[in-house]
């Protein structure tokens, strides 16, 4: 009898506070998700809830950031039952920012600029910020240690655009480097990647949003 595959689940935050007020949302000043970001959870926990496609998960984790977190314990109730303690972990955190956290992203961008990563992707963003290169590699690495934790079971992980981007270079093959895509998964959209019996991993969806179609949010 073969071992069961490993499945990681990567859900997309809910549309943060700091996005509608266009401020760099970091470590220090996310503060979750706007009234629109709490409706997208919820409408994807009751999808899940109602299909039971979650049912069976084994661990739940978001990165530390609150816009993560808050996804995490809004969809929790449709998430292996409903038993699954929310587990943080910051190496599924989006790009670290450093030291413009807080600013608003026109005056972030009038002092630090916008960096040439097609070019140069080990610049970084603002200083005491990761590159795209170190981001990368850190939320791989991030993605890896979940799914090495966790080998035949499934894994939901509450977190970011980047890190669901970063996936595709942690188990999809695309190289490291400059910014390989321009993926603009949606808000609590769903990627799946499943490992069957330590075979490379297999995409299986991605940004499956469908709990979100046909309704104004």
């Not at 990567?10 to 996310?30: F, I, N, Y």
């Not at 587990?87 to 790009?95: M, N, P, Q, S, V």
């Not at 961008?109 to 990761?130: C, F, H, K, M, N």
Request: charge should be negative; aromatic fraction near 6%; charged fraction near 20%.
């Amino acid at each position: 009898m073969a071992p069961d595959p490993t499945t990681v689940v990567l859900v997309r935050h809910g549309e943060s506070q700091v996005t509608v007020d266009q401020v760099v949302g970091g470590h220090a000043t996310c503060t979750g998700l706007s009234p629109r970001g709490r409706r997208q959870a919820e409408r994807l926990r009751d999808r899940l809830l109602a299909s039971k496609l979650l049912a069976g998960a084994d661990a739940l984790y978001a990165s530390v950031l609150a816009r993560a977190v808050e996804t995490a314990q809004l969809i929790a109730p449709g998430v292996g039952g409903g038993r699954l303690e929310v587990t943080e972990r910051c190496a599924l955190c989006e790009l670290h920012v450093g030291e413009g956290d807080g600013l608003p992203w026109t005056e972030f961008t009038r002092v630090y600029g916008q960096p040439a990563w097609e070019i140069d992707p080990a610049t970084p963003l603002s200083p005491g910020s990761e590159s795209w290169t170190e981001f990368v590699a850190r939320a791989s690495a991030g993605l890896q240690a979940v799914a090495d934790a966790h080998v035949g079971e499934i894994v939901v992980v509450a977190c970011h655009g980047g890190v669901i981007e970063a996936s595709f270079t942690a188990w999809g093959g695309l190289a490291e480097g400059a910014p390989f895509t321009r993926l603009r998964p949606e808000n609590t959209g769903l990627t799946i990647w499943t490992r069957p019996d330590g075979r490379p991993w297999r995409l299986d969806r991605y940004n499956d949003s469908a709990h979100l179609d046909g309704v104004e949010i």
